[in-house]
């Protein structure tokens, strides 16, 4: 079983940055992919950023030229720097991470962090 802990979100101003940082613990072997998604309140939860093991990302047009998605492999730690937060980049910002097995594909899920962008 593997465990995601978010932390950074809180309240940022429009314009201003932000960094979210994710934590995977428990059996950590051979996750290749951790990744960034967010529900905005009336909407579905969308894809922000992710990024494999090697280093490969891809981040959502919504975002793009705005976050950078970065991994820490010893730390088991991924990191979403956010520039330029606008209103509508208000959300529950979701951590995940997926990890190969014998046996398939396993998705694991972060609870989630606020992050409200609001003068």
């Known amino acids: 079983q593997v465990q995601l802990v978010e932390s950074g979100g809180g309240l940022v101003q429009p314009r201003g940055s932000l960094r979210l940082s994710c934590a995977a613990s428990?059996?950590?072997?051979?996750?290749?992919?951790m990744g960034w998604y967010r529900q905005a309140p009336g909407k579905q939860r969308e894809l922000v950023a992710l990024?494999?093991?090697?280093?490969?990302?891809n981040i959502a047009d919504s975002v793009k030229d705005r976050a950078t998605i970065s991994r820490d492999n010893a730390k088991n730690t991924v990191y979403l720097q956010m520039n330029s937060l606008k209103p509508e980049d208000t959300a529950v910002y979701y951590c995940?991470?997926?990890?190969?097995?014998?046996?398939?594909?396993?998705?694991?899920w972060g609870q989630g962090t606020q992050v409200t962008v609001s003068s």
């Open positions: 995940n991470a997926k990890q190969s097995t014998v046996y398939g594909v396993r998705d694991y």
């Open positions: 990024i494999t093991s090697g280093g490969s990302t």
């Open positions: 428990g059996s950590v072997l051979n996750i290749y992919t």
